[in-house]
RNA sequence: GGUCCGCUAGCUCAAUUGGCAGAGCAACUGACUCUUAAUUAGUAGGUUCUCGGUUCAAGUCCGAGGCGGAUCACCA
């Protein structure tokens, strides 16, 4: 044993950078690695070349146990992972190592081990070390690998959270969101369900002939959605740019450029505000088909979405995570609810009555719904459906036929104008995806888009669309009929998971800066 | 942005009415060749989120602020 130097006097140089038992924590470690590399070792090698995981030298033992009975041993393996735990006995320590599979445990005897034991001197939980040799189940039943050599590979000099607990706090949870994933499996398979989801989406989508694509992030006119975007600025150009608040208006040029099956899954932007069901930057797929409507694209959400969840958890069944809250079955078909009858069911409201700035809000008031001066009637009748209906939407559900005001991209029902082609799909009480039969009149387009703007000036709403000219030009060149969808990819892992709070399937959601 | 709740050792948590800030894990010095929350003898570790106030005395009470959570408001 080597004495590690302590130091006499605190560093007061630099107080802000943690407290002194931090300190000297590390400087424990970094002792350590310096004895290591004093005996020839070097403590962060290049190359390792692990020749199982965890499960597989297990799966190896239980083939060689099957075959020759008890007491049978593998050959040699070659696994390496990160120390979770250690229980030593003077000439032998059993080590519980992490890979990306699972755990496996490694006895190491000095005996057996020779020269290499003396690496567990300067060996910490939280290191990730290469060990060589053959598996073998103890006494006590656990596989384990007897080692035959012991390779530091990476010495780690902070230590991890607590080895029961895990990381609980759910500030650092989200701030560290490493060191969540080394303890906390439920963290771990989160990341793992949202990246299967993506990829069960990916193939969904390629699977029916639609090609992905890329489009701008960095846009002129932040255009597509009713949303406040994020500005930038290009120094070359010396211009002003936008992050996008949609993909659409991009991906229905390429419509129009002729790729008739067409979606984008990327990150888009919005400056609001930042809640458990809002990140400011969130993933959204958009898909556009041409000769396609509405009623294609409701079918073909329910596929995708339940699908995807078959495909990822084997079930279209979402088991609740706390008893007040039911399961929630994605089996298809969804029931389709009348907007505007759902609205007069929960309120007794009739938008296509109450069509004005002031008897809608009127009739607001009288329902006891708050009422924000200055926003016009769309997004008034919004917050009638966000705070009246929505709520109420559990298990997945589509609410169909849109108010025109309210949806400037959407082509209007052949025998009334004032209603458009449109859907959101709902569950959990949350939006997940709006689609239409998209509007491909660009004289009506146009008109529409002014409107916007003209609502934009009047009531000074910066959340209104914008009036893209490049896509005005484009429609005027012609874009096939074509049913369009956007759908919240954070969303939907929600759904998926059962969890309730964005922050925990975003590995990195937007927290203020500690200073 | 409003309201409520939380912040104590590296991690997980205690601390009675305002009365000496404590435990487990991790760490450090030892013992220990089949343990698995190993066992075992000892040691060290604190800006109780920050600033101010009340008090003989503040982790605890009051005020302001920071960060987070829940909820309402707004958005997807």
Redesign the pocket.
């Known amino acids: 044993?080597?004495?590690?130097p302590i130091p006499e006097t605190p560093d007061q140089t630099n107080?802000?950078s943690?407290?002194?038992?931090?300190e000297?924590?590390l400087e424990?470690?970094v002792q350590?690695a310096a004895n290591l590399r004093a005996r020839g070792i070097d403590p962060y090698p290049a190359r390792f070349k692990p020749t199982v995981t965890s499960i597989r030298a297990v799966a190896r033992l239980e083939a060689r146990e099957a075959k020759l009975g008890e007491g049978a041993k593998t050959r040699s393996v070659t696994i390496a992972g990160r120390v979770m735990?250690?229980?030593?006995?003077?000439?032998?320590a059993?080590l519980?190592i992490k890979d990306a599979d699972g755990k496996i445990?490694v006895?190491a005897?000095?005996?057996?081990l020779g020269a290499d034991f003396a690496i567990l001197d300067d060996l910490?939980?939280g290191d990730i070390v290469g060990v060589k040799g053959p598996v073998?189940r103890?006494?006590?039943?656990?596989p384990?690998v007897e080692a035959r050599s012991f390779t530091m590979l990476t010495k780690a000099v902070?230590?991890?959270?607590?080895?029961?607990?895990?990381?609980?706090?759910?500030?650092?949870r989200?701030r560290q969101r490493e060191l969540d994933l080394i303890t906390n499996d439920r963290s771990m398979a989160l990341v793992r369900t949202r990246s299967a989801i993506v990829s069960a989406i990916r193939r969904f989508m390629e699977k029916q002939d639609f090609i992905e694509v890329e489009t701008p992030v960095m846009v002129n006119v932040a255009a597509g959605?009713?949303?406040q975007p994020f500005q930038t600025h290009h120094n070359a150009l010396n211009r002003d740019l936008y992050l996008r608040i949609a993909t659409e208006l991009h991906l229905k040029r390429l419509v129009v450029g002729g790729i008739d099956r067409v979606f984008e899954i990327g990150r888009i932007f919005?400056n609001?505000?930042?809640?458990?069901?809002?990140?400011?930057?969130?993933t959204t797929i958009e898909s556009y088909q041409a000769y396609a409507d509405y009623n294609d694209v409701m079918q073909m959400v329910e596929d995708l979405v339940s699908s995807v969840a078959q495909s990822v958890t084997g079930s279209m069944i979402i088991p609740s995570l706390n008893e007040s809250e039911p399961d929630i079955d994605l089996t298809p078909p969804w029931p389709r609810l009348d907007l505007r009858t759902e609205i007069m069911n929960r309120t007794g409201i009739d938008f296509l009555n109450e069509n004005e700035v002031e008897s809608l809000s009127g009739a607001m008031r009288e329902r006891g719904i708050?009422v924000?001066d200055g926003?016009p009637w769309g997004?008034l009748l919004?917050?009638v459906i966000?705070?009246e209906v929505e709520p109420h939407l559990i298990q997945p559900v589509f609410l169909v036929d849109y108010p025109t005001e309210m949806s400037p991209l959407a082509k209007h029902k052949p025998e009334d104008d004032r209603i458009v082609e449109r859907f959101e799909a709902f569950a959990i009480g949350?939006?997940f995806a709006?689609a239409f039969t998209e509007l491909n009149d660009p004289v009506e387009q146009r008109k529409r888009f002014e409107e916007q703007e003209r609502l934009r000036q009047s009531f000074g709403d910066d959340?209104m669309d914008r009036l893209d000219e490049d896509f005005l030009v484009a429609m005027e060149h012609g874009m096939p009929p074509a049913g369009g969808l956007g759908l919240?990819i954070?969303?939907l892992s929600l759904l998926i998971t059962g969890e309730?709070?964005?922050?925990e399937v975003i590995a990195f959601?937007q927290?203020?800066?500690?200073?």
């Open positions: 044993m080597r004495a590690n107080p802000d943690g407290g002194v038992a931090e000297r924590l424990t470690r350590k735990a250690r229980r030593g006995m003077g000439k032998a059993f519980d445990q006895h005897r000095q005996d057996v910490d939980i073998f103890t006494r006590r039943g656990e384990s902070r230590g991890l959270p607590d080895k029961w607990a895990g990381l609980q706090d759910i500030e650092k989200f959605a009713s949303a919005r609001e505000g930042i809640d458990a069901e809002h990140n400011p930057e969130f708050h924000e926003l997004r919004d917050k966000s705070a949350t939006e709006n959340e919240g954070d969303r309730r709070s964005i922050r959601p927290l203020r800066r500690l200073d």
